[in-house]
Structures are given as structure tokens and as C-alpha cells.
């Protein structure tokens, strides 16, 4: 089945919605960018320039194609002025309230049925989140990309309890002409990708706090052991620890287990304001972020 989309919203022009927004553009579809934070914007604007910069110089796609590429994306600050698309994918923060309170005014906005809503979550309900759009959770559906979105293959796509399995055939093959791979999971908590992830770094602050190792010995047993490009203390930094915090409560909720709490120690970190490379210090430093 085609997917139909000619041109895509993105809402969130963070790492997130715009690593989608550069990629769905290089994919030859129209997008256009919604976000209200100011700087974001622009800063997306630079990013853009230097990923698809990089690409190029790569070879992976032409200075024309690249060029071509940036011409396909425009920005809106304002919520009424994302207008005209046929497909809408929401990045912003991963909060269950603020993710439905923008699906309600999305479904109001587009009441055409044959315009997905799709969310970017990592863990939340696709059941719970679809009940903002009323009588349109048919066609609200989970569409994880992972970070950075440019470069990482997967899409995990996340059917709620209401999607219709036409907008579930439309998804995959969206994300396939995206250039990814598009794999199914269904719509419990953490999904496939952070029900096994996440555990796996939760221990590891676990060993960190009862001593098992230091840090840099845990990173480095998991790397040079189990073949992982990053250790998982240095994979939470970057997910930042806040986040690894949320999802965890939203796995110990959803599956109704506390085996899933996060870890005292990392839970501290988070409260002493160390979130990780965003607040220039989490398990590690970073120096200028």
C-alpha cells in the first residue's frame, strides 16, 4: 500500500523532529517544521546545514541533492500556520499530557481522516495518546525514530489498540520510502527498543552504586565484551538521565512492576541537575556543552 504523503509536519525541530524533518526532505517529500521554543529554529537551521554537509562530503548524496534537500523544508512559530500537510509526526518532550493536549489541537486542525497523526515516542501508550484525537484515534499511530535520525536504520512502528491496519500499511511504507527499516511492535510500555534497553542501563548504575565498577570499567566491559559501540553510562548521557528517569517510571507503571524503578543513584544525579551532555555533566563531563 503507498503512503500517499506529499508533504510532512513535523512538530519539535529538536535533535528528534528535525534528524525527521532532514531525512523525510532527502526522501523527496515537502516538509514543514513547527516549534514555538525560540533559538530552536534557527538552531535546527545549522544543524541541517552540517549534517547534510557531512553527507556530502561522504558521497552519500550529491551537493545538488543536499541543496535541493534544505530547499524542501520551511519553519512555522506558530501552531495555525502548519497548514496543508497530509501527514503529521509529533517530536516534542516525552510527557503523556503535553504529547495529547497537541494530538487534540492536531486532530481539530486536520479533521480530514486520511491524515495521520503519527507520535515519535519512545515509551508512552499509542492507546492512551490516541484518545486525544476522539473519533480519530484510528488513525494515530507510533512512529519511533531513533537518534540520530540521519544515521540510525530502525523506525519502530507502534499500532494502539485503535489504529486501523490501513494507517499501520501506510506507516511501514512511509518509513521504508524514507529510506529505513520500518519493524512492528506492539503497544505496551517501552515497547521493544527501551523494554530491553533500559533495564540493561538501569543495572549498570545499580553496579556503579554498589561498587561492581567504575564507571569507565562498566563503559568499557560492555564495549569491548559485548561488542557495543557505547557503554551504557555513556548511551544514558546522551539519552539523558532525565529521560532514562521518565521511561523507566513509565515501564514500572505500564507493566505494574517495581523491578522496572530507576535506580537510586541515578534518580540523585537527575535531582543534583547532572542530566548528562545536555547539562554538560551526567555520569561524565563535557567540557563547553
Known sequence: MPHNVKTLGVLGAGQMGGGIAQVAAVAGLTVKVFDSFPGTIDKCKGVHIKSLGKLVEKAKITKDAADAASARISFVDNLENLTGCDWLVEAVVEDVNVKKDLLAKLAAMYPDESVVLATNTSSISITELATAAGKGAHRVVGMHFFNPVPLMQLVEVIPGLQTSPEVVQRTLALATAMGKTPL?????????????????????????????????????????????????????DFIGLDTCVN???????????????????????????????????GVYEYPGK
Open 184 to 236: 512492528e511492535a506492539s503497544d505496551r510500555a517501552g515497547f521493544i527498543s527501551n523494554r530491553v534497553l533500559m533495564p540493561m542501563i538501569n543495572e549498570a548504575f545499580y553496579a556503579w552504586m554498589e561498587g561492581v565498577a567504575k564507571p569507565e570499567a562498566i563503559d568499557g566491559i560492555m564495549k569491548l565484551g559485548c561488542n557495543f559501540p557505547m557503554g551504557p553510562l555513556t548511551l544514558a
Open 247 to 281: 521511561i523507566m517510571n513509565v515501564l514500572a507503571d505500564g507493566l505494574n512492576s517495581d523491578r522496572y524503578r530507576a535506580c537510586p543513584l541515578l534518580k540523585q544525579l537527575v535531582s543534583a541537575g547532572r542530566m548528562g551532555v545536555k547539562s554538560g555533566r
